[in-house]
Each structure stands twice: as structure tokens, then as C-alpha cells.
């Protein structure tokens, strides 16, 4: 069993940062694809950024390139995601997730352990 825990969300203004933070326990998977995706109230959840096994290789949606950045602490078994530049679109429930794969996907029907989600919030 994998159990993911997300924090660092919160409310920021537009154009601010946030850190957010994925600690994984259990077995077998600390190696494993990481990922975020985001839901916004009255949308489907999206994919936001995905890690592969080693930190080697990244792919983002494209309207968070080049302002988020996700990225891995293996030791530390935990999974981050860096948001600068915020934007009031940017505001959702985020949410980290793992699976069996260790390549990068975008597609959440590849991740099998999802954690609760943290809040992030802009104003305008």
C-alpha cells in the first residue's frame, strides 16, 4: 500500500509562488513515475507535470511550462512542485499520484495511488 500526502498550498496573490510538497510511504514505488494533476471546482482534473524514476526527464501541460517545475528527492521519498508566476487560473486542488510506471505519462489512467490534495488558491 502507497499513501501519498500532499502540502504547501495556500492562498497567494497573482504573480506570487508556492511550493508544493508530496511525501510517499510504502513499499515499491518510491522509484516510480511521479505526477501532479489539479482540479478546479466545476472541471475535470488535469494533468500538471510528470517525473520520471530518476528525475531525468519532465514533461508539463502547456500553460504551466516554463513557471512550474516538478522534482524528486528519492531519499527523501518525496515529490515537489514549484509554481511561480502564479495566475487566478491557477487555482485548484492539487494533487500527486504514482503508479507501476517509471517513464514519464501524462495520462492519469497510469497512476494507481493518488493522495488527498492541497488547495491553492490566487487572487487577482
Known amino acids: 500500500q502507497v499513501q501519498l500526502v500532499e502540502s504547501g498550498g495556500g492562498l497567494v496573490q497573482t504573480g506570487g509562488s508556492l511550493r508544493l510538497s508530496c511525501a510517499a510511504s510504502?513499499?515499491?514505488?518510491?522509484?516510480?513515475?511521479k505526477a501532479w494533476f489539479r482540479q478546479a471546482p466545476g472541471k475535470e482534473r488535469e494533468f500538471v507535470a510528470t517525473?520520471?524514476?530518476?528525475?531525468?526527464?519532465?514533461i508539463y501541460e502547456d500553460s504551466v511550462k516554463g513557471r512550474f517545475t516538478i522534482s524528486r528527492n528519492n531519499a527523501k521519498n518525496t515529490v515537489y512542485l514549484q509554481m511561480n508566476s502564479l495566475k487566478p487560473e491557477d487555482t485548484a486542488v492539487y494533487y500527486c499520484?504514482?503508479?507501476?510506471?517509471?517513464?514519464?505519462?501524462?495520462?492519469?489512467?497510469?497512476?494507481?495511488?493518488w493522495g488527498q490534495g492541497t488547495q491553492v488558491t490566487v487572487s487577482s
Open positions: 517525473i520520471n524514476w530518476d528525475g531525468g526527464r519532465t
Open positions: 510504502g513499499r515499491g514505488f518510491n522509484s516510480n513515475t
Open positions: 499520484a504514482t503508479g507501476e510506471k517509471t517513464g514519464v505519462t501524462s495520462n492519469d489512467l497510469d497512476y494507481l495511488y
